[in-house]
C-alpha cells in the first residue's frame, strides 16, 4: 500500500522521499539505516525505534509528513518530538499524518484518542473508525492498488481460493465448509507462523484438509498472484472488524469475485452481486459459489480501476494534505 501510495504521489507530479529499507524498489527518492527487512522481527520495537529515529532526522525540506509507524507520531507529537531531530535547533516538524493499519480495539483506542488531538488520522474504513468514535479521524482514505500489476485470469482452474493468516477469524475452517457444500475444490494459501496459527492448522484444520480441500502453506507473490487470476472465487468468511482486507481488492484486480461475511469494511468493499457476493453463512457461501459464473470478471476488475485504483488513493491523501496545509498557513508552490 506505501509502494502504491509513493507511486501514485510521485505520478501526481510531488516530490516524495520514502524512509524505507535498502532492498526497496519504490521508484522515488529512498532513504534507509536498515538494509534488509527484518522478517523476523516485524513489530519488534527496536528495529522500529532505530528506523523512526533515523527517518525524522532532518525533515526541514519536507512540507508534510505520513508516518506508518505506531510509535513515530506518538514521540513527534509530544516530549519525545525534541529527541526526533538534529541538532537542537532545527525547525518544527511539519504536520504528522498517520493511518491506522490495524484494528482500532480498546488498547488502540486508548492510544490513538490522545494521539489524534496532536496528528491527523486516517481510518483505512469507515467500520475502523467507528469502531472507536472518541478517537478524531481527519478523513477515512481506503486502500488501493495499480491493475495493472494483477494478472486478469478466467478463473477457470477448477478450485476457490483462501488466502489469509491462518487465524480462527479468518474463517479457514468455515470456507472448507462452504466449499464441500458446493463440491468445488478449496486452494489455501495462509501465513502460519505463530504458535497460536500453528495450533488453530494442527486442532481443527488437519482433519478437514483431504483432495478437496489443499493447504499450500505460505507462498511467494508470484504464486499468489497465479492462484487469484486462476480462481473461480475468493472465500473470505471473515469473524472480527476486519479494518480493510487487502486480499479482497488483489483478487478483485485478477477478476475474481469475493465470498464474503458481512464483516468488519467487507461492505465498503464488496458489491453483493456485482463483484462478489455477501453472504450470511456457510451455506449461503456454498449457493454463492454457484453462481459466481453470473457475475462479469471484467466488471470486477473495474471496480479496483476505479473505487480502489492507486490514482485514487493518492488523489483523496492530497486533497487531506492540501487542507491540512492551508490549515496550518502553509502555500504549496
Known sequence: ????????????????????????????????????????????????????LHAYRDLSEFDIVH???LIGPFFASGPGSSLLRKPARSPALPPVVTTI???????????YEPLSRAVHVVAISHSQARDAPQVNIARVIHHGLD???FPFGDGKGGY???????????GADTAIAAAKKASVPLLMAAKMREPWEQEYFREVLMPLLGSDAEYLGEVSHEKKLELLASASALLFPIRWHEPFGMVM???????TPVLAFPAGSVPEIVEDAKTGFICADDVEMADALGRVQTL???????????????????RD?????ETILARHGHVQE
Open 101 to 111: 493499519h490495524g484494528p482500532l480495539d480498546a488498547e488502540l483506542a486508548e492510544i
Open 249 to 255: 481488492i488483489e483478487a478483485m484486480a485478477c477478476g
Open 296 to 314: 462479469d470478471r471484467r466488471q470486477v476488475r473495474a471496480a479496483v480501476e476505479g473505487r480502489f485504483s492507486a490514482k485514487r488513493m493518492a
Open 147 to 149: 491493475a495493472r500489476d
Open 67 to 69: 508516518d506508518h509507524t
Open 1 to 52: 500500500m506505501i509502494d502504491s501510495l509513493a507511486r501514485g504521489l510521485s505520478d501526481e507530479g510531488h516530490s516524495v522521499t520514502l524512509f524505507t529499507t535498502g532492498e526497496s524498489t519504490c521508484p522515488v527518492e529512498r532513504q534507509w539505516v536498515l538494509d534488509k527487512a527484518e522478517g523476523d522481527r516485524i513489530g519488534f520495537i527496536v528495529p522500529e525505534l532505530r528506523h523512526l
Open 317 to 321: 491523501h492530497l486533497e487531506l494534505f
Open 160 to 170: 476457490a481460493l483462501f488466502l489469509g493468516r491462518m487465524a480462527p477469524a479468518k
